[in-house]
């Protein structure tokens, strides 16, 4: 379910429940996928469409935002490579590749981009960014001096890169939109915390983090910088570790360039009640994805705050504490994934609809004190 989707059925709900009620929509996004249709939303830029790979290399059409005024293109890596391409059953990070990241930036820069904001969330690979480098022109070679495909599987089989050809897009402002702070490597880094929901076995996670070790350190013998410096190396499989440091990218949470756009801050301030959600509320939620930036929001203004989830999580309590008066799941019974989809946008307005009522029915009960 898409953001506006979801918006809209929660919209459909509160009407449902009181139609005097008047509701201010605000579709929001934290650098995932989507990301840069919230955006062409709130800004001056129209989304366009550009021909890439997806993380296996079939051909697939992304979409960004690109406001031609500014020369700014926004977009998300998981229009390109992102996990909602491929079934759970078919996933393999091994010989996944980011390749078409790069290929979405290069669509960009040939546009004329002076700026790229790039979200990082729910991408399929864990190839460090070699994808993404090697469509700027760098060649990575085995110890038989043949080339590699540049996919997780090849990591550990880098002898050298060949850098000469490679026109990284120095002259190109890169912003990074993420949440994730992790870093690239260790048992809080891309493989452990990511690689089980992109495909990876348990069994693959110490191979695969000791692969991720070796290109590390080749990247840092070829471009003289260390990929996991900086927190958010993490992110993306090591995307991001590589656009913040072999190409000189800065790094935003996304909540926070998401509310900046779209004046969340101002309608906060003068509303009655604020309500949130996401697919699944948990722990990971506390670090920066949305509800939680828009309950610290609405506990600044003093304005009640509920979260409406597909499911809650282990740490989900969390977000009482972030500013929360209520953390509800639309999840009524047990059912397996495709009944969920199938069901989800009536689920939440009608949990919406019940939220409503039980908050203008304490309301009322108030005022007869």
């Known amino acids: 379910m898409s953001a506006p989707e979801a918006v809209r059925s929660i919209e459909k709900g ?18 995932g996928e989507g990301t840069s249709e919230v955006f062409a939303r709130y800004s001056k830029g129209r989304l366009v469409e550009c021909s890439v790979a997806d993380a ?3 051909p697939v059409t992304a979409r960004y935002c690109w406001n031609e ?53 729910g991408t399929a690979t864990n190839d460090g960014g070699m994808g993404l480098l090697a469509e700027f022109g760098a060649v990575f070679y085995d110890s038989s001096r043949q080339i590699l495909p540049p996919c997780t599987y090849s990591l ?29 490597l260790g048992e809080n880094g891309a493989t452990y915390v990511f690689g089980r929901q992109k495909g990876l076995y348990k069994t693959q996670m110490v191979q695969v983090d000791e692969a991720m070790v070796h290109y590390r350190d080749k990247i840092r013998q070829t471009f003289h910088v260390d990929m996991d410096a900086q927190e958010g190396s993490g992110a993306a499989g090591g995307i991001g570790g590589l656009l913040l440091s072999v190409c000189g990218a800065s790094m935003v949470p996304g909540i926070e360039l998401i509310m900046e756009y779209s004046g969340l801050e101002d309608a906060i301030a003068k509303a009655d009640l604020v309500i949130t959600g996401e697919g699944q509320t948990d722990r990971q939620t506390l670090f920066g994805k949305v509800p939680y930036g828009v309950a610290a929001l609405a506990r600044k203004h003093q304005v009640p705050c509920i979260c409406l989830s597909g499911a809650l999580g282990p740490g989900y309590e969390g977000m009482y504490d972030a500013g929360c ?18 069901t989800g946008k009536q689920k939440l307005e009608d949990l919406a609809y019940s939220v409503i009522r039980l908050a203008d029915g304490l309301q009322a009960g108030n005022a007869r004190k």
């Open 56 to 58: 296996y290399g079939k």
């Open 69 to 121: 005024k500014d020369k700014v293109a926004i977009m998300d890596a998981a229009s390109a490579i992102g996990l909602n391409r491929t079934p759970r059953e078919r996933r393999n990070p091994m010989i996944a590749s980011s390749s078409g990241v790069g290929m979405l930036m290069r669509d960009a820069i040939d546009r004329g981009a002076q700026e790229i904001i790039i979200g990082l969330g």
């Open 14 to 31: 509160i009407i449902r429940a009181n139609p005097e009620h008047k509701v201010h929509a605000y579709p929001m996004a934290d650098g």
């Open 156 to 184: 550990d089989r880098i002898a050298f890169i060949d850098k000469r050809r490679c026109r990284l897009p120095r002259h190109v402002k890169i912003t990074v939109a993420c949440d994730v702070k992790n870093h690239l």
């Open 325 to 342: 008066i209520g953390v509800f799941s639309t999840a009524d019974r047990a059912m397996d994934f495709s009944t969920a989809l199938r």
